[in-house]
Structures are given as C-alpha cells and as structure tokens.
C-alpha cells in the first residue's frame, strides 16, 4: 500500500519570515532541523497573525501544521491549545496544556487550565488547581491573574460575597501592570453582590488603570451612570426626559 504524502500545509504570508518570534521560542525549535524550524517558526508567527485577526479557523490550521512538525516542543503544543482555548474548545486546551507541563515543567499556563476546567463546568477541579502548590509558587501577576478567574469560579457558584473577598487582599499599593483587570474583576464582584455604588468606584479605577484598553470599564461605568454612546460619539442621558 502507498504511503499516504504530507497534508498541504496552510500558506505562509510573503513577510513572514520566523524571526519574529521571541528568543526564547526559538531556542525552543534548536531540537529540530534546520529546515523544520524554519517551517515551524513561521506556522508559530502565523498562528498568533490569524489569532490577532480573530481567524480562529487559519490559526487552528497552522496549529496543528506546527504540532505535526515539532509535536514534543513545548511552544508547539502551547500554541495549538491557545487556539482552542481561544475558540473556546477548552478540552482540547486542557489536554495541550497539560502536555506543555509535562514537556516543559513549568506551570506558567495553570491560570488558563483553571479557566479552562470553570469553561468545562468543573468548578471543584477549578478551584483544587488555585489551591496546588504550583498555584502559590508563580509570579505576582500570574497570582492575581489566579485571583481573578477564583473570584468569577465564586461567582459562578452563587457565592458573590466570597467573590469580592477573594480579591481584597490583592487591591492595596500603587497601580500595577495588572490593576486594570483586578479593579474591574473586583467591580464586577461588587455589582454582583448588589454593591452598586462601590462597585462604580472601581470601575472608575479600572478605567483609569486602563491606559492600554484591556477592559470596557469605561463602557460599563457609562451603563452605571445611565449614559448611551450613540454612533457618532455623542452621549444621551437615559435618565433625562425631552423638555
């Protein structure tokens, strides 16, 4: 019987050449020929391209080209779990991400697994995963970044008190890198748990956090206060009457 040929690959834009990945990815490919990580490089720059475009369907095909090519490389296997987490086929992201830390030994992707188990209706499993060791011993923002997706686990479990104090602890101290997202989960707690008025206050906070847009805070205090951005940029008060 014939061997079956190599399944065509998606195209490579004309500029895209592989060195525009990180350093650190790229000595990730050293295992691989020359030629290969070549090919890989530039399927990884394609998949974040497609992702950026919100192609989910392009990003997953160059995915899983990379996954063919380098499947024991962990930036490989983190990529096509990305996508799927992106596209919200989070037992697909679980199962890749759990083979990037078998791989690699690092635990820097366990706040997307803890995502990906409360996406999966798990939330016991969710929130074992907060509480592991490895949990306590990532960086600062990777921690908040914990925080944050426990606080929306309590939340979904109909405990929004508990969803604000998950989050206390973490607000004292100038603005951090992370702040805008922090301010804006603990808002979204505070509204939750029918605390209206300080829930507005830290979405204020968050919105001026938010230099880089990462949030709707600004959006959503504009709903607080009863104001609708109309297309052309102008505001109506929805708790005004015409005169």
Known sequence: ???????????????????????????????????????????????????????????????????????????????????????????????????????????????????????????????????????????????VEMLIIGSGIRRDMGAPQAAVLALQGKLAGPPRPWSARLYYAYADALLDAGRRDEAREWFGKAAVADADGETDAAERLDELDGIQVIEDGGEVDEDSSPA
């Open 1 to 143: 019987m014939p061997k079956q040929g190599r399944r065509p690959e998606p195209a490579i834009d004309d500029d895209v050449t592989g060195g525009e990945l990180d350093r650190s990815v790229r000595g990730q490919l050293r295992t691989l020929s020359k030629e290969n990580a070549e090919g890989v490089a530039q399927h990884l720059v394609m998949v974040a391209r497609r992702l950026e475009e919100e192609d989910y369907v392009g990003a997953l095909a160059h995915a899983e080209t990379v996954v063919r090519r380098a499947g024991r490389v962990p930036a490989a296997r983190e990529a096509l779990g990305f996508v799927a987490y992106r596209s919200g086929d989070y037992a697909r992201a679980l199962t890749e991400f759990r083979t990037v830390r078998r791989l690699s030994g690092s635990s820097h992707l366990l706040p997307l697994m803890v995502d990906c188990e409360r996406g999966l209706g798990r939330p016991e499993r969710a929130l074992e995963l907060l509480r592991s060791p490895e949990a306590r011993a990532l960086g600062p923002e990777d921690q």
